[in-house]
């Protein structure tokens, strides 16, 4: 081509020699023509900034092409895009150039490429757009991954916020997306790129110890490497040895993980076996050549890590062991076929080729669950985020289903990540599983080879304590929608039970009446209001007050006079060590133990001076302790307990849950009545699907004697959660 300046000549050299081996003459053919007629294009503007695009588009299709291995669609969209959004080319010129397809992909990396990445968390719905975007198509994914490594190549002479821009976008977004379709070489280099501009020192530092190290290392592989080919070769393997050594980020990572020196990672370096092998017999001659190394070498049977039996779920597979090797040096070996290796090097993209060798449909699978979490409405892009850069090549835990379908998980998953990754509905309804056949709780953690039945009860829902233990996006992510749609399924019923209790006490129900108890609550929205009182944080009675209570100068005093006979008083405004003692003794007190939280001897509790009920007594615990305290604090009154042993017995309510079968209700009531005589006042037994659940009225001694029983009764076979109960 004519006019090409030295630099274009080269890439467009360097393209076209990644071209010949895979495409053919035509697609080649065509490919030139675009490339003349972006030139052609270039040549009738004059901006530096066209040329450049010109030179940018020149490196992409290359990466496209050779390290991607994309085809001809692809390469002519990678060479069009910039120059369409320049506007140098038409709509029209793409679908000429390329056909519809083409202009397809270039639309969307069009799109894409006006969302603009900071780390903000402000840019959320961006970030949710531009992955849309890339979900849309997998080659848009490839094509601007590609292009951002071109970029970040070239980025030395930019000013130093732009760079840090591009470092973090590359952290924290294109190198989790490359390493989860399987471009390590990609990703590797973003990374160290990342790391170069962003901790130069740390860079620089370890780069230089790779170059003073690397005669070293030559020949320690050269020595590894030579018993192996002579004993491949006698076997009749066709194969290639490689040498690869860790990327300085790695190595970092390594370094920092470990709390060590460069000089004790053991493996900077790692050795590659690829074999020509037929597919019927890629396992099997894996594993015989793996059985040639460790004849050889001494392998740590604890670093044996096997991908071609159950592939990674980013599709790589391979065999992985670490061997001792001459000198007392560990070396990393990995063995693999060469369409492994197509696969490891070229990602998602290489799977096409060997479409009729392994129906894979895991990229289709990730996807999806991209997709799936975009659209629910609870996400947000630090999850999202979360979610694309969990690393795909750590440990991963395989267990089944009570069908026998194998299913994966990241490490840490518990039997709560089980069940909602079958479904939303299983996930909220669940109380616990069947682990091999043994009850467990939600948060047990599940081991490779488990075999889960999940076991749901009607009456359980989600907990904000759910999230501290769950470790899959779609879980937390289904919880915290859960939790918030319940925030507004109680705000509903909260305003229900306010206007039937206000048409009770003959008090209007209108703004100006909610806008006092908002201004006396402190609270923004009526919302707020409305979900306080369903969830018992807002007292009625004290609504009641604050709505039916005539106006008159607020004194501190004059709110105690009602309740507490004028002898009795000598509580809260005097001294500071005054308190209430409740005890058997106590006489000319009007006082009653608090429904909402039916404190026990033994529990912290605290004295509230009602207007009508006399002294309420609440656990400090209690759910409407904050409010009360809060709002209400002049009349709090300090009280504790001093009942002598054995005088007085309590009301308690106790929550328990378990798997349904015969006899359960002998087995508790053998506990509770029986082995600790607890005098039972009620005991109520809902079943459904295989769980049941019981609430039981008990009168206890104090707070110890609840305690023995509710830990005696989780011991009762088949118990699965005892809890007490706040009030009913």
Not at 430 to 436: E, I, L, R, S, T
Request: one cysteine or more; hydrophobic letters at 40%.
């Amino acid at each position: 081509m004519n006019h090409l300046n030295s630099l274009q000549l080269s890439e467009y050299r360097s393209l076209l020699r990644i071209l010949r081996p895979a495409f053919s003459e035509g697609e080649i053919a065509r490919i030139k023509q675009v490339v003349r007629f972006l030139h052609q294009s270039v040549l009738e503007k004059s901006e530096d900034l066209v040329e450049k695009s010109f030179n940018q588009a020149l490196s992409v299709a290359s990466v496209v092409a050779g390290d991607i291995g994309l085809g001809t669609h692809s390469v002519i969209a990678a060479l069009l895009y910039k120059a369409a959004e320049l506007h140098i080319v038409s709509e029209h010129d793409i679908k000429n150039l390329g056909g519809d397809k083409c202009a397809e992909l270039v639309e969307g990396l069009i799109r894409i490429s006006s969302f603009e990445m900071q780390p903000s968390a402000g840019q959320a719905e961006n970030f949710r757009q531009l992955l849309l975007a890339l979900a849309a198509d997998i080659r848009i994914i490839l094509i601007k991954l590609a292009e951002r490594l071109v970029v970040m190549r070239s980025m030395e002479k930019e000013d130093l916020p732009f760079r840090l821009r591009l470092a973090w976008e590359a952290f924290n977004l294109y190198a989790p997306l490359a390493h989860r379709l399987g471009l390590y070489n990609l990703k590797s280099e973003m990374e160290d790129i990342a790391m170069k501009h962003s901790d130069p020192e740390n860079y620089f530092l370890i780069e230089q110890r790779l170059r003073e190290t690397s005669r070293k290392r030559t020949r320690l592989i050269r020595e590894f490497i030579t018993p192996i080919e002579n004993e491949l070769t006698a076997q009749g393997f066709r194969y290639e040895i490689k040498s690869r050594t860790k990327s300085v980020w790695s190595i970092w990572n390594k370094m920092k993980k470990q709390q060590v020196s460069f000089d004790e990672i053991y493996d900077v370096f790692a050795i590659r076996i690829i074999i020509d092998s037929e597919p019927k017999n890629e396992k099997s001659d894996c594993w015989r050549v793996y059985s040639i190394v460790t004849d050889l070498y001494q392998p740590n049977p604890q670093r044996l890590r096997d991908w071609i039996s159950v592939p990674k779920s980013n599709g790589y597979e391979s065999l992985h062991t670490t061997v001792i090797g001459p000198g007392g040096t560990w070396v990393e070996v990995q063995i693999r076929t060469r369409r492994m290796d197509d696969i490891a090097e070229k990602g998602f993209a290489a799977h096409w080729k060997y479409k009729g060798v392994r129906d894979d449909n895991s990229l289709d699978q990730w996807l999806g669950k991209v997709r799936e979490l975009l659209e629910m409405p609870a996400a947000d892009a630090s999850e999202i985020l979360d979610e694309l850069q969990r690393n795909p090549l750590n440990e991963e835990v395989f267990v089944f289903t009570p069908k026998g379908d194998l299913r994966k998980f990241p490490q840490g998953a518990t039997v709560l990540d089980f069940a909602f990754d079958i479904h939303t509905q299983v996930g909220c309804s669940c109380m616990g599983a069947k682990v091999n056949g043994k009850n467990v709780p939600i948060r047990y953690v599940l081991r490779n080879g488990d075999k889960v039945e999940i076991l749901q009860g009607k009456s359980q829902k989600p907990k904000p304590d759910w999230l501290d233990f769950v470790v899959t996006t779609k879980a937390k992510t289904r919880i915290r929608q859960y939790l918030k749609e319940e925030v507004v399924r109680e705000a509903e019923h909260g305003k229900e039970l306010l206007m039937r209790r206000m048409k009770n006490w003959k008090v209007d129900y209108n703004d100006e009446n909610i806008r006092k108890l908002l201004d006396h609550y402190k609270l923004k929205t009526s919302s707020d209001l409305f979900y306080r009182i369903s969830v018992h944080e807002i007292d009625l009675a004290e609504v009641k007050d604050i709505l039916t209570r005539r106006e008159e100068p607020e004194t501190v005093a004059e709110p105690l006079q009602p309740a507490v006979p004028a002898e009795t008083v000598t509580v809260p405004q005097t001294r500071s060590e005054d308190f209430l003692v409740i005890d058997d003794k106590i006489k000319n007190v009007d006082y009653r133990l608090a429904k909402c939280c039916s404190p026990v001897p033994g529990d912290e509790i605290f004295g509230f001076v009602t207007v009508s009920e006399g002294i309420k007594i609440h656990r400090i615990n209690c759910p409407n302790a904050r409010q009360l305290l809060q709002k209400y604090g002049y009349r709090v009154v300090k009280a504790h307990w001093k009942y002598p042993e054995g005088t007085g017995y309590f009301e308690a309510v106790i929550r328990i849950t378990g798997i349904d079968e015969l006899g359960v209700i002998n087995k508790l009531t053998d506990v509770i009545s029986r082995d600790l005589r607890v005098n039972m006042r009620s005991l109520s037994i809902d079943a459904k699907e295989g769980i049941y659940e019981g609430f039981v009225r008990v009168m206890v001694r104090d707070k110890i004697h609840l305690n023995e029983l509710i830990h005696r009764l989780a011991k009762v076979k088949g118990v699965l959660t005892v809890s007490r109960v706040e009030g009913m």
